[in-house]
């Protein structure tokens, strides 16, 4: 299946892009997807904390919801989502 | 006026106050703006020459406007906008453009304070700062 | 921008977003607008069609400039600015205009609240209601 | 001695006029001035109370400054004295 992920702020710095399509197997979870993306001991200590769990400053979105409020990093990805990564808002 | 949303730098005039009476119910007594601009001294008060500023504009926009919307019914106002700008900043200019109009400024005042709050704390867009020595930050990155 | 201060109505040209932003100094981060308008609804809700404004001019421009300077001191604002308007008035047309400006909104927030209950409880001038029915009354006369 | 008197709000309406220029002899005291102008039933109830003392929302100002915090009706006028009398305030 496709998905698109989307970077903003720091992290689209940290990605290297606004923007990456990737092909995955049915049935990753964002956990998965996490992490075949933090491919980099700097990307996965931005993202991660010691225990390995997602740390609280990082956003997670799916199709626009807050994966928070789905299952977590156990959210199920499907053909098509775009997941957004991103960090604390700051507006202006 | 335009709707609430993310606009790009100079994409949007920035309405007069005839502008906004024109366009105001007739029940408006009170009308309350504010407007967020790039400031000189940014994160531990290094000197800043300039912003950028990066939006996910769709989710952006659906969360101003559940922003309004919310507000508006909340304390019966006539008018709640808010406009939030993207692009590259330089000290002194706008940012971001706020404006309430109900009845009364007890109902203005509080809406204002909330619109402000709510943008600040819940869209979807983030700020990198240039300082004078040349060094950049995204700040709470 | 011109003075703080009494002025007939259509005097003086209402300030753009720009006019305003011109005029900062370069720690501003927050900008405040209060524009007080005339409200379709009057005393013991009667429906108004206008409004007279008068002023003891020389009394309420001393008072004006005194709520101004002590305001912009207390909350250390870079600005801070009080428009009263006199004449004669139909409804949605703005009697007044404050603006505050300094480097947080924690500043400007309670600065532009203290102006308004200031100048409305301070300021010589007073207000005659004209009704739709034909009545006319001075307000707090 | 002359001294102008004004007049703001509904008082310019009840005393008939904005502005008076009045001729007084020495020694006249806020007090005497407002006798000498609530000359009718009703100026006198707008101004006085029932046992003759001046109604809290009235303001006598003597050239700018507040009666009562001078000597209040007993302030005495002196040549070219501005008095002003003022409803309660109802800025816009």
């Known amino acids: 299946m496709k998905i698109k992920v989307k ?12 923007e990456r399509e990737i092909e995955l197997e049915n049935g990753f979870y964002v956990r998965d997807l996490l992490d075949l993306l933090c491919d980099s001991y700097e990307l996965r200590e931005k993202v991660f904390d010691k ?16 994966t928070q409020s789905l299952k977590g990093v156990w959210t199920e990805l499907e053909e098509g989502d775009v997941v957004a990564i991103l960090p604390p808002v700051t507006g202006g | 006026m335009l709707d609430s949303g993310i606009y790009n730098k100079g994409e949007m005039d920035m309405p007069s106050v005839d ?77 971001v453009l706020v404006i309430v109009a109900g009845r009364h400024r007890k109902q203005t005042f509080p809406a204002l304070q909330e619109a402000i709050e709510r943008y600040k704390k819940e869209l979807a867009v983030w700020k990198k700062e240039f300082y004078v020595d040349g060094s950049e930050e995204w700040i709470g990155g």
Chains 1, 4 share one sequence.
Request: hydrophobic share 35%; proline share 2%.
């Open chain 2, 19 to 95: 502008d906004l009476l024109s366009e105001l119910p007739k029940d408006s007594g009170a009308i309350m703006t504010f407007i967020g601009v790039v400031k000189e001294v940014g994160k531990d008060d290094k000197k800043v020459i300039g912003l950028e500023i990066e939006s996910y504009d769709e989710y952006a926009n659906f969360t101003i406007k559940n922003i309004c919307d919310e507000i508006k019914e909340k304390y019966g106002l006539s008018l709640a906008k808010i406009y939030h700008f993207k692009g590259s900043f330089k000290v002194g200019e706008p940012l």
């Open chain 1, 7 to 18: 970077f903003f702020g720091v992290f689209r710095e940290l990605f290297g892009g606004r």
């Open chain 1, 51 to 66: 225990s390995g769990r997602l740390k609280d400053y990082v956003t997670i979105l799916k199709n626009r919801s807050y």
